[in-house]
C-alpha cells in the first residue's frame, strides 16, 4: 500500500510505502543476491550489462515510478570501476529511463540516484542505482525553482560560488562553498541543459568518465569504498542539469550524520572548510586520472625467459 | 522478447517476468570482455613493495597496488591496507590477479620509540592477520593467484655457525620476525601455489653505485628515530637484487613452476647492532650485535646468482662513502 500524505505545515509531500518493510535488509551472499543473474534473481538469466526493471518494494507506483538500476550482472563491480565503455552505457540507460518516465502524465519530476554503501542505506551489496518518477515536485527542486525565478542561470555562473576540483572541456567538477555534506561534489556541463537527454555523445563519454574518477577519488581519499548519495537534477528545458555527489565520510570511517540541526531545521553544519576539501579532492582526481583501466591481458610470464625448476 | 534501439551500440531487449514486471536489458557491442589480468604488489606505499611495482611497471607488466598510504604509481592502485576487504574488492571488480606480490611488512621496530608491546601488536596485525584475511578471499577457490611472499632473513634469528641454507630451522627472536614466520606458515598452508623469499638486507650501495634517498620515503620516515644515527641503514639496501628476485618469482610461479622457499638478496642481512658495529656507532639498545650470512647455493641453483658481498666491514666502508659523498636529500635515480 503507498499513499501520498501531506505535511500540513510546509505542503510538502511524504511517501509512504508500508510494504519495504518486508524488502530483504542484507544480502547473505552471492548466491542470495537478488541483483546477480540467476533463475530466481530479480534479472533472470539474460546476459546484460545494465539491467533495470520496477522495484519489487516500490516507494511510487502509478501515480510516480521507482526503477531499479542494475550497472553490472558481477556482484563485486562498483560504478566508478566499470571499463569506460560500461560507465557511458550507465548514463544511456539514466537517460533512456528518464526520458520515458519523464513523459509519463503521473510523473512530475525524475531522480536518478545512487545510495552507495551500506552505511549509506544500499540494503543490497550488488551495484545499482535508482530512479524515482515523484507524482510531485519535490521541496528541494521547488525551493531551487523559486529561488532561481528570474535571475540569470547559476549553474552557467558556477565558478561564482563553487572551487574547482577537475576541468574537462565539456564539464566542470565543482566543490559548492555552501557544502551540506564534507566533501560534497557538483558535476556541471558547461552547456545550459536541462536533462542527460539534451546531452551529446561526446558529452555522456566525458561525464561519465569524470563521475568514475570522483567515485574513485572519494574511495582513494578515505582509503576505502566511501559511502555516499548521487543524484541527478534534471530540471527540465529552462534549468540546467547537474549531478550532485554528497559523501556521509569525514575520513577514517567517521561518518557524518544528519543530525536535529538538519533533520529539525534543515539547516546543514559542515566541520570541513570548503577550500580543503576543494584541495584533498583536486589532488584525489588528479592521482585518478592517471589510473586508467588496463586494456590488455597480460601475463607476467615472459615466454623469452628460460623456465628454471625449484631444485633444492 | 523484444528489442527496443539504444544510442551507441547498446542494445535494450525487454522481458516480461510471470509477475508482470518488465526487466529491460542493455548490452554493449559484446559480452563482458574478461577482465585484464594484473599483479597485485600489496605494500606498494613500502620501501621494498613500491621499488617492485615500478621496476614492473617498466617492464611493461599491468600492475595494480594495494598501498596504506599514497604511492603515486603510474598504475591503478587502490588504498588500503593488504587485510582491507573493500580494497580488495574495489581492485578485483576492474582486474583479475595474476600473481599476487604479497610485500606488506611492518617497519622495522624503530628502536625504542613505541611500546615494545604496542610494536609486536601491530607486527602481528601486519603480518599475520592482514595476510590471513587477505588469503581468506580466495580460500575456497581452487584458481587461487599465486603469492610471492616477502619474507625475511630474520625469520632464522641469529645463527652461529653460517652460512644458514632454506632447511634450516627457524629460530626467530623477536615479535616482528616471530610474526613474519607465521606469516609463511600461513602462506605456505594456504596459498595452493607461492614463493617464500627471505631477504637478506646488504650493506652497500647496488651495483650500479645507487644509493636510496630513502630517507624522503615514508617507511625510512616511520623509522626515523632509528635511521639518524645510522643514515646508511636503509640508504644501502640492495634494493635491485631483490627486485629482481621478486619478479623472477612471479614469473616463475606464473609459468606453473612449483612452490618454493627461498634465501635471497646478496648474501649478508646484518642486525642494527652489527651495523653500527661496522660503522664504529654505539649499538643501538636494545638488539645485540649479531650479523648472519645466507647460503645462497640454492638460489645460485635455481637462477643461476652469485652472492656480492664477501664482507660486511668493506661494504659499510663504500656505503658511507657512498652517503657522505651525496647531498643528504638527493633523489633516488
Ligand atoms: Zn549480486
Ligand atoms: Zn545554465
Given at each position: 500500500?503507498i499513499s501520498?500524505?501531506?505535511d500540513?505545515?510546509t505542503?510538502?509531500?511524504?511517501s509512504l510505502?508500508d510494504a519495504?518493510?518486508?524488502?530483504?535488509?542484507?544480502?547473505?551472499?552471492?548466491s542470495?543476491c537478488p541483483?546477480?543473474?540467476g533463475p530466481?534473481s530479480?534479472?533472470?538469466?539474460?546476459p546484460?550489462?545494465?539491467?533495470?526493471?520496477?522495484?519489487?518494494?516500490?516507494?511510487?507506483?502509478?501515480?510516480?515510478?521507482?526503477?531499479?538500476?542494475?550497472y553490472?550482472?558481477r556482484h563485486?563491480?562498483?560504478y566508478?570501476?566499470?571499463?569506460?565503455?560500461?560507465?557511458?552505457?550507465?548514463?544511456?540507460v539514466?537517460r533512456?529511463?528518464?526520458?520515458?518516465?519523464?513523459e509519463?502524465?503521473?510523473?512530475?519530476?525524475?531522480?536518478?540516484?545512487?545510495?552507495?554503501?551500506?552505511?549509506?542505506?544500499?540494503?543490497?551489496d550488488h551495484p545499482?542505482g535508482?530512479i524515482?518518477g515523484?507524482?510531485?515536485?519535490?521541496?528541494?527542486?521547488a525551493?531551487?525553482?523559486?529561488?532561481?525565478?528570474g535571475?540569470?542561470?547559476?549553474?552557467?555562473?558556477?565558478?561564482?560560488?563553487t572551487?574547482?576540483?577537475?576541468e574537462?572541456?565539456?564539464?566542470r567538477?565543482?566543490v559548492?562553498?555552501?557544502?551540506?555534506m564534507?566533501?560534497q561534489l557538483a558535476?556541471?556541463p558547461?552547456?545550459h541543459?536541462?536533462t542527460?537527454?539534451?546531452?551529446?555523445q561526446e558529452?555522456?563519454?566525458?561525464g561519465?568518465?569524470l563521475?568514475?574518477?570522483?567515485?574513485?577519488?572519494?574511495?582513494?581519499?578515505m582509503?576505502?569504498?566511501?559511502?555516499?548519495?548521487m543524484?541527478?537534477?534534471?530540471?527540465?528545458?529552462?534549468?540546467?542539469?547537474?549531478?550532485?555527489c554528497l559523501?556521509i565520510?569525514r575520513?577514517?570511517l567517521r561518518?557524518?550524520y544528519l543530525?536535529?540541526?538538519?533533520?529539525?531545521?534543515?539547516?546543514?553544519?559542515t566541520d570541513?572548510?570548503?577550500?580543503r576539501?576543494?584541495?584533498r579532492?583536486q589532488?584525489a582526481?588528479?592521482?585518478?586520472?592517471?589510473?586508467?583501466?588496463?586494456?590488455s591481458?597480460?601475463h607476467?610470464g615472459d615466454?623469452k625467459?628460460?623456465?628454471?625448476d625449484?631444485?633444492? | 522478447?523484444?528489442t527496443g534501439?539504444?544510442?551507441?551500440?547498446?542494445?535494450a531487449?525487454v522481458?516480461?517476468?510471470?509477475d508482470g514486471?518488465s526487466?529491460?536489458?542493455?548490452?554493449l557491442?559484446e559480452?563482458l570482455?574478461?577482465?585484464?589480468?594484473?599483479?597485485v604488489?600489496t605494500?606498494?606505499?613500502?620501501?621494498?613493495?613500491?621499488?617492485?611495482?615500478?621496476a614492473?611497471?617498466?617492464a611493461?607488466?599491468?600492475?595494480?597496488?594495494l598501498a596504506a598510504?599514497?604511492?603515486?604509481?603510474?598504475?591503478p592502485s587502490v588504498?588500503g591496507?593488504?587485510?582491507?576487504?573493500?580494497?580488495?574488492?574495489?581492485?578485483?571488480a576492474a582486474h583479475?590477479a595474476?600473481?599476487?606480490?604479497h610485500c606488506?611488512r611492518?617497519p622495522f621496530?624503530?628502536?625504542?620509540?613505541?611500546?615494545?608491546?604496542?610494536?609486536?601488536?601491530?607486527?602481528?596485525?601486519?603480518?599475520?592477520?592482514?595476510t590471513?584475511e587477505?588469503l581468506r578471499?580466495?580460500?575456497?577457490d581452487?584458481?587461487?593467484?599465486?603469492v610471492?611472499?616477502?619474507?625475511?632473513?630474520?625469520?632464522?634469528?641469529?645463527?652461529?655457525p653460517h652460512?644458514?641454507?632454506?632447511r634450516?630451522?627457524l629460530?626467530?627472536d623477536?615479535?616482528?620476525a616471530?610474526s613474519?614466520?607465521a606469516?609463511?606458515?600461513?602462506?605456505?598452508?594456504?596459498?595452493p601455489?607461492h614463493?617464500?623469499?627471505r631477504?637478506?638486507?646488504?650493506?652497500?650501495?647496488?651495483d650500479?653505485g645507487?644509493?636510496a634517498?630513502?630517507r624522503?620515503?615514508?617507511?625510512?620516515r616511520?623509522?626515523?628515530?632509528?635511521?639518524?644515527?645510522?643514515?646508511a641503514?636503509w640508504?644501502?639496501?640492495?634494493?635491485?637484487?631483490?627486485v629482481?628476485a621478486?619478479?623472477r618469482?612471479g614469473?616463475?610461479?606464473a609459468g606453473?613452476?612449483?612452490?618454493?622457499?627461498?634465501?635471497?638478496?646478496?648474501g649478508?642481512?646484518?642486525?642494527?647492532?652489527?651495523?653500527?658495529?661496522a660503522?664504529?656507532l654505539p649499538?643501538?639498545?636494545?638488539?645485540?650485535?649479531?650479523g648472519?650470512?645466507?647460503?645462497?647455493?640454492?638460489?645460485q641453483?635455481?637462477?643461476?646468482?652469485?652472492?656480492?658481498?664477501p664482507n660486511?666491514?668493506?661494504?659499510?666502508?663504500?656505503?658511507r662513502r657512498?652517503?657522505?659523498g651525496?647531498?643528504a636529500e638527493a633523489?633516488?635515480?
Open positions: 500500500m501520498l500524505v501531506a500540513v505545515l505542503d510538502e509531500w511524504v510505502a519495504r518493510q518486508e524488502r530483504p535488509l542484507t544480502s547473505p551472499g552471492e542470495a541483483f546477480c543473474p530466481r530479480e534479472v533472470g538469466l539474460t546484460f550489462h545494465v539491467a533495470v526493471f520496477p522495484n519489487r518494494y516500490p516507494v511510487f507506483d502509478h501515480p510516480g515510478a521507482a526503477e531499479v538500476v542494475v553490472s550482472p563485486q563491480d562498483d566508478g570501476h566499470l571499463s569506460p565503455a560500461h560507465g557511458r552505457l550507465v548514463w544511456q539514466w533512456d529511463r528518464s526520458a520515458a518516465l519523464a509519463r502524465t503521473d510523473v512530475e519530476s525524475v531522480l536518478v540516484f545512487e545510495n552507495r554503501g551500506r552505511r549509506m542505506g544500499a540494503t543490497i545499482h535508482q524515482y515523484y507524482p510531485y515536485v519535490p521541496p528541494r527542486l525551493h531551487e525553482r523559486q529561488v532561481g525565478h535571475s540569470a542561470c547559476r549553474l552557467c555562473r558556477v565558478d561564482a560560488w572551487l574547482p576540483a577537475a574537462a572541456p565539456h564539464w567538477l565543482v559548492p562553498r555552501a557544502m551540506r564534507p566533501y558535476l556541471v558547461r552547456r541543459v536541462g542527460l537527454a539534451a546531452l551529446s558529452e555522456v563519454a566525458e561519465a568518465h563521475l568514475q574518477r570522483a567515485y574513485r577519488a572519494y574511495d582513494r581519499l582509503g576505502y569504498r566511501a559511502a555516499l548519495a543524484g541527478v537534477h534534471q530540471p527540465g528545458r529552462a534549468g540546467h542539469l547537474r549531478l550532485e559523501p565520510e575520513g577514517q561518518q557524518k543530525a536535529s540541526s538538519e533533520l529539525i531545521m534543515g539547516a546543514f553544519v570541513i572548510p570548503a577550500e576539501a576543494a584541495e579532492l589532488a582526481l588528479a592521482a585518478e586520472s592517471l589510473m586508467s583501466p588496463a586494456s591481458a597480460h607476467p615466454p625467459e628460460p623456465r628454471h625449484h631444485s633444492c | 522478447m523484444s534501439g539504444a544510442e551507441d551500440g547498446a542494445d531487449a522481458w516480461v517476468r510471470p514486471r526487466v529491460r536489458y542493455y548490452r557491442g559480452l570482455p574478461p577482465k585484464p589480468a594484473v599483479a604488489v605494500g606498494a606505499d613500502t620501501y621494498v613493495g613500491r621499488a617492485l611495482a615500478q614492473l611497471i617498466s611493461g607488466q599491468p600492475v595494480a597496488a598510504v599514497p604511492a603515486d604509481l603510474s598504475a588504498l591496507r593488504a587485510g582491507f576487504h573493500p580494497a580488495w574488492e574495489a581492485m578485483l583479475d595474476s600473481v599476487i606480490f606488506t611492518r621496530p624503530p628502536g625504542g620509540t613505541r611500546p615494545a608491546r604496542r610494536e609486536a601488536a601491530l607486527a602481528w596485525e601486519t603480518h599475520v592477520a592482514d590471513l587477505m578471499r580466495w580460500e575456497r581452487d584458481d587461487a593467484p599465486p610471492v611472499l616477502l619474507s625475511s632473513a630474520a625469520v632464522y634469528g641469529a645463527y652461529d652460512p644458514v641454507s632454506e634450516t630451522a629460530h626467530p623477536s615479535a616482528w616471530e613474519l614466520a606469516a609463511e606458515a600461513l602462506v605456505a598452508k594456504v596459498a601455489r614463493a617464500i623469499l631477504v637478506f638486507e646488504v650493506v652497500g650501495p647496488d650500479r645507487r644509493v634517498d630513502s624522503a620515503h615514508p617507511w625510512t616511520l623509522a626515523a628515530g632509528f635511521v639518524e644515527p645510522l643514515p641503514m640508504d644501502c639496501v640492495a634494493l635491485d637484487e631483490v629482481a621478486l619478479m618469482a614469473r616463475h610461479l606453473g613452476g612449483p612452490s618454493l622457499v627461498l634465501n635471497v638478496g646478496s649478508i642481512a646484518a642486525s642494527p647492532g652489527k651495523l653500527a658495529d660503522f664504529g649499538a643501538p639498545p636494545p638488539q645485540p650485535a649479531r648472519l650470512v645466507a647460503d645462497m647455493a640454492c638460489m641453483a635455481t637462477w643461476g646468482w652469485a652472492p656480492a658481498a660486511l666491514g668493506a661494504l659499510a666502508r663504500a656505503s657512498a652517503v657522505q651525496r647531498p633523489p633516488h635515480d
